[in-house]
Nanobody, 119 residues
Framework: QVQLVESGGGLVQPGGSLTLSCTTS????????MGWFRQAPGKEREFVGA????????ALAESVKGRFTISKDDAKSTVYLQMYSLKPEDTAVYYC????????????WGQGTQVTVSS
């Protein structure tokens, strides 16, 4: 089992920045692919980005490319989602997820953290 705990959400003005953190426990962090997803009110959950277990490669949704980055700190078993130039349409509950290398789906999920972009 893997436990995931997100933190760092909050209210931010348009154009502002925010960094989300997701700390894991229960399984060797360096073997996990870490993903970020979000779900806005009335919408389906969508993929935001992911980082490979090695940390060498990342993938980001087109809607956040150039504004969001993903990084990880194996020593802290933590993955980060750095968000810049935030827009009102980024408002959502953000979820951290984890899967073993080679797995198709993400079996492990955090509880989510609210991000609200509003003036």
């Amino acid at each position: 089992q893997v436990q995931l705990v997100e933190s760092g959400g909050g209210l931010v003005q348009p154009g502002g920045s925010l960094t989300l953190s997701c700390t894991t426990s229960g399984r060797t962090f360096s073997y996990l692919v870490m993903g970020w997803f979000r779900q806005a009110p009335g919408k389906e959950r969508e993929f935001v980005g992911a980082i490979t277990a090695s940390g060498y490669n990342t993938a980001l949704a087109e809607s956040v490319k150039g504004r969001f980055t993903i990084s990880k700190d194996d020593a802290k078993s933590t993955v980060y989602l750095q968000m810049y130039s935030l827009k009102p349409e980024d408002t959502a509950v953000y979820y951290c997820a984890a899967k073993p290398r080679g797995a198709a789906d993400y079996p492990y999920w955090g509880q989510g953290t609210q991000v609200t972009v509003s003036s």
